[in-house]
Every structure is written in structure tokens, then in C-alpha cells.
T-cell receptor, first 114, second 116 residues
Framework: EADIYQTPRYLVIGTGKKITLECSQT?????MYWYQQDPGMELHLIHY???????EKGDLSSESTVSRIRTEHFPLTLESARPSHTSQYLC?????????????FGPGTRLTVL | AQKVTQAQTEISVVEKEDVTLDCVYE???????LFWYKQPPSGELVFLIR??????QNEISGRYSWNFQKSTSSFNFTITASQVVDSAVYFC?????????????FGKGTMLLVSP
């Protein structure tokens, strides 16, 4: 059973606010990912990390930033939220065990910026 | 570059019908993994299957079956006797397998609607 958590599940905020979306996993996975999913269903990789102090930008340019200070924690921050940031954000992790390259996903955060 | 194509954007069936979701991929790698994920209305992605490029055996799990054909670069997913609970968005994905530094390339997803 995968153990990856995201908080909050739903967030409605006003334009200009700073927000942090939390993602934690208890599986000891070294790799973690953030995806943005638009209403048209398509998943876009926006950030990933191969381990502590490693962060990379994904395929889709994003104004968000991430940090990886601890293996289990991979928060995503928006310094100044805008309506264009309204989307679902999915966090995932993967390890080097028998589930190699299989990504386990959290429940997602549905963000609405007014 | 890797690419995954799910040509069917949306499929509607009536309960108990069989349905096949198509997935065609492109990669220059000789070793790779293919995946299917299910995303129900609740939003999380649920892993269904991973297939190594060296293993072309078809797989069956209950009402689900997968047909991997390397010759046509396809990894199709069939649901037999569909049920309303199968209604979801299904994603096919691909990753390079050799290094530990690959990411998943997802298709755009197929929304399956199963009506009673």
C-alpha cells in the first residue's frame, strides 16, 4: 500500500497570496515528482527530485518552486498565486525496489485562485 | 524523444460491454517500461500494471487484460464486461529503464464512461 500524502486536498485563495502545497511519503523513496493536471486531463511534469538537495524543472514551465531538504518531504510553493495557477496538483514518488520506476501518487490538491 | 499517444479521448459504453483502450508509444530506447494508471473521479492516480519491454506476454488480471505488441509499438488495455465503477480516466505511460534517472512520459488519457 502506497503511503504518500498531500495537504491540503482543496484550497481556494485570492490572487497574490503565497501558498505552499505539502507532499510527504513514508516509503523512503529517493525520487519525487510534481505534476499539474489541467481540466483537459493532461498531466504535465513541472518539478522532480532525485534525492535530498536535488531539484529539476520538468517539461512544463512553472512559476512554482520546490525544495527537498528531507527525503520524505517535497513541498511546492507559489510566491504569488494567480487565476492561471488554478489546477489540480499531483505529487508522486518512486524508489529503487521491485517497483522500479513505478510512481505512487498522492490524492492531489485541487487549487482554485480567485 | 519519447511519446505516448492515446488517440481515444473519450469512450462511452453500456455496462457489460467489452472495451479496449489504445496506447501507441515511440522511443529510441531498447529497454523501457510501459504502465497503465487509472484516475477515478476522486482524483488520485492508481497504478494498474507495469510491463518491461523484454516481456511481451499478455497479462490478465480479473476483468483486465493487456496486449503488448512490440512490432506495432502498442500496449492496449481491455476491460471485459465493463462496470460502472470502471468509469475513470486511464493513462498509458512510458519510461526508459536502464538508468535510475528517467521520468514517466504520459499519454493525454482516455476518459471511459460506463453507463448502467
Amino acid at each position: 500500500e502506497a503511503d504518500i500524502y498531500q495537504t491540503p486536498r482543496y484550497l481556494v485563495i485570492g490572487t497574490g497570496k503565497k501558498i505552499t502545497l505539502e507532499c510527504s511519503q513514508t516509503m523512503g523513496h529517493d525520487k519525487m515528482y510534481w505534476y499539474q493536471q489541467d481540466p483537459g486531463m493532461e498531466l504535465h511534469l513541472i518539478h522532480y527530485s532525485y534525492g535530498v538537495n536535488s531539484t529539476e524543472k520538468g517539461d512544463l514551465s512553472s512559476e512554482s518552486t520546490v525544495s527537498r531538504i528531507r527525503t520524505e518531504h517535497f513541498p511546492l510553493t507559489l510566491e504569488s498565486a494567480r487565476p492561471s495557477h488554478t489546477s489540480q496538483y499531483l505529487c508522486a514518488s518512486s524508489g529503487r525496489d521491485r517497483h522500479y520506476n513505478e510512481q505512487f501518487f498522492g490524492p492531489g490538491t485541487r487549487l482554485t485562485v480567485l | 524523444a519519447q511519446k505516448v499517444t492515446q488517440a481515444q479521448t473519450e469512450i462511452s459504453v453500456v455496462e457489460k460491454e467489452d472495451v479496449t483502450l489504445d496506447c501507441v508509444y515511440e522511443t529510441r530506447d531498447t529497454t523501457y517500461y510501459l504502465f497503465w494508471y487509472k484516475q477515478p473521479p476522486s482524483g488520485e492516480l492508481v497504478f494498474l500494471i507495469r510491463r518491461n519491454s523484454f516481456d511481451e506476454q499478455n497479462e490478465i488480471s480479473g476483468r483486465y487484460s493487456w496486449n503488448f505488441q512490440k512490432s506495432t509499438s502498442s500496449f492496449n488495455f481491455t476491460i471485459t464486461a465493463s462496470q460502472v465503477v470502471d468509469s475513470a480516466v486511464y493513462f498509458c505511460a512510458l519510461s526508459e529503464a536502464v538508468s535510475g534517472y528517467s521520468t514517466l512520459t504520459f499519454g493525454k488519457g482516455t476518459m471511459l464512461l460506463v453507463s448502467p
